[in-house]
């Protein structure tokens, strides 16, 4: 038996709209403590890790351990559907995941269960030099500024400040946010940092900022994965990206 509840289901539908644009499936993880969710993206470029404990839900019950398989098209489609104020509750059944809308009425919705691998996917375990916490808001702008003018953006870090640059073929945008700002809580680098990310990607990443008013960014060199987190009670959200070639 599985069933679970939200009060407010807001942070969940940014959630599964901000996967659902990178994978087309996902597994997940039925634990007695906490549901756990791991997908990467057909071209492997990146991986998501998604942790909802039982702190998360306003009810949580798993009366067993298993591993089923979702659709996140599927998910997609019944985010949209939630709306501002909405209530979720999951359950199990039998060979569907049934979501249930609650607002003046009630709205069903059943989604049939994937064949799913039984193994987690790798995980990665990095040690990464670079270690930055900093208002969400203020480094989704500035990746959007970077989309604009180009499909990739690079990062450049320095002990005193994160650059992060695109050019185009006509356009060129930079933007420096010294680890003074306001809008930093944490600037850790204990090594420089040139990497080139895929912008697309990046930006799919950063419509889960709406759930977590921080974000949490760890790299390295132009061979590690950036590492983009977003955390509040009960939750973490884990994006991991492979780098381009410089």
Do not use: W
């Amino acid at each position: 038996m599985f069933t679970a509840s939200l009060n407010d289901a807001k942070n969940l539908k940014y959630i599964m709209e901000s996967m659902s644009e990178l994978v087309d499936e996902a597994v997940f993880f039925l634990r007695k403590d906490m549901l756990r969710l791991e997908a990467c993206d057909p071209s492997l470029v990146c991986k998501i890790e998604l942790d909802l404990h039982t702190t998360f839900f306003n009810d949580y019950q798993a009366s067993e351990e298993r591993t089923i398989g979702l659709s996140m098209s599927a998910l997609r489609k019944i985010s949209r559907r939630i709306h501002l104020g909405d209530g979720m509750s999951l359950q199990l059944n039998g060979g569907t995941m049934d979501f249930t809308l609650h607002s003046s009425i009630k709205r069903q919705f059943q989604c049939m269960l994937l064949e799913a691998q039984e193994e987690a996917l790798p995980t990665i375990d990095v040690e990464y030099p670079i270690y930055i916490e900093m208002d969400a808001s203020i480094f989704k702008e500035a990746i959007r500024d970077a989309a604009i003018v180009a499909n990739s953006v690079l990062f450049d870090i320095t002990p005193d400040e994160m650059i992060i640059s695109a050019e185009g073929d006509t356009e060129r945008v930079r933007i420096c946010i010294h680890r003074s700002s306001e809008s930093v809580r944490k600037f850790e680098v204990n090594k420089e940092c040139h990497s080139r990310f895929n912008l697309g990607y990046l930006i799919s990443f950063l419509h889960s900022s709406y759930v977590s008013d921080i974000i949490q960014i760890r790299m390295g060199d132009k061979t590690l994965p950036l590492r983009v987190d977003f955390l509040i009670e009960g939750m973490r959200l884990t994006f991991y990206l492979a780098p381009m070639e410089l």
